[in-house]
């Protein structure tokens, strides 16, 4: 499973069509925020953050997402 963060929906749409070609199941979050929120619900094997967002930035929810992973290991 791939989370796939970005709030371009341009971006989104074509990172996730390329992912799924080469047949990665994705989840999709628009802002940080939402990524924070399924990658703390959802075990995923890789994690794309866009780094410039809206509400969270990509920074910030990457250092949440690990020190989340630390705290659940």
């Known amino acids: 499973w791939v ?3 970005e ?3 341009e ?3 074509l990172a996730q069509r390329w992912l799924e ?3 990665y199941r994705v989840f999709t979050a628009h802002n940080g925020s939402e990524g924070l929120d399924l990658a703390q619900k ?3 094997d890789l994690i794309l953050m866009d780094l410039q967002m809206p509400e969270m930035k990509g920074f910030e929810a990457s ?3 690990r020190a989340h992973e630390q705290q659940t290991q």
């Open 3 to 5: 989370l796939l963060t």
């Open 7 to 9: 709030d371009n929906l």
């Open 11 to 13: 971006n989104r749409v």
């Open 21 to 23: 070609r080469a047949g």
């Open 42 to 44: 959802h075990r995923f």
């Open 63 to 65: 250092q949440l997402i």
